[in-house]
């Protein structure tokens, strides 16, 4: 139990697009979904905390009109990288909580490269 | 804020050999969790912890939650060579901070055969 499904798994696109991420809790109902990302040999860093219905709550330093988050479900949220940038480029995971005490599930994450 | 310090930063060891890695924090965590994460794919949960002093059991993972709630052990034994990768922890805390997790820094295993 417990899968997080996110798509794409890989992105390549020009600088100025804008590339949309998926993330789906296929077997719960994610009452909180997170998004991070990661640079190569290092940690996750948290980007955006979003709640069902609600708008997302960003992270310090983090662009909330670079990084659109939407969560119009308890099964998906979404992430829309706008008019993206080389400096863009990385690995970007979501998970997902459902119930209070749930721990967080990952998917499997977006590896996305801007040319 | 609050930060967490994960040792050692890397292992290298003998399949068969016995894993043991820690985490430290500067402040009190309600939850502990301890995730894997293979190369280009998302952590996946180990063990998760939620009161001071348990200890819980994986097949050959073992973690617990210390007294003091401000760390957490992860020993691995008889390493295979699956056991390969970079191992997390995670804190979480309550309050304004409800459900969103600190990382560590993570310890990459390298388990020769």
């Known amino acids: 139990g417990a899968v997080v499904s996110q798509h794409p798994s890989w992105v390549i696109c020009k600088s100025g697009t804008s590339v949309k991420i998926e993330c789906r809790s296929l077997d719960f109902q994610a009452t909180t979904m997170f998004w991070y990302r990661q640079f190569p040999k290092q940690s996750l860093m948290l980007m955006a905390t979003s709640n069902e219905g609600s708008k997302a709550t960003y992270e310090q330093g983090v662009e909330k009109d670079k990084f659109l988050i939407n969560h119009a479900s308890l099964t998906l949220s979404t992430l829309t990288v706008t008019s993206a940038h080389p400096e863009d480029s990385s690995f970007y995971i979501c998970s997902a909580s459902g119930y209070s005490n749930q721990p967080q599930h990952f998917g499997d994450g977006t590896r996305l490269s801007i040319l | 804020g609050q930060q967490l310090n994960q040792s050692p930063q890397s292992m290298f060891i003998q399949e068969g050999e016995d894993v043991s890695m820690n985490c430290t924090s500067s402040?009190?965590?309600?939850?502990w969790l301890w995730y894997k994460q293979d190369p280009g794919e998302g952590p996946v949960l180990l063990i998760a912890?939620?009161?001071?002093?348990e200890l819980t059991s994986n097949g050959r993972l073992t973690a617990q939650f210390g007294i003091t709630r401000k760390d957490s052990f992860l020993n691995i034994s008889a390493s295979i060579p699956s056991d390969v990768g970079i191992y997390f922890c995670?804190?979480?805390?309550?309050?304004?901070?409800?459900?969103?997790?600190?990382f560590g820094q993570g310890t990459i295993l390298t388990v020769h055969p």
């Open positions: 402040s009190i965590f309600n939850t």
């Open positions: 912890l939620y009161k001071a002093g």
């Open positions: 995670a804190g979480q805390a309550g309050g304004t901070s409800y459900g969103k997790l600190t």
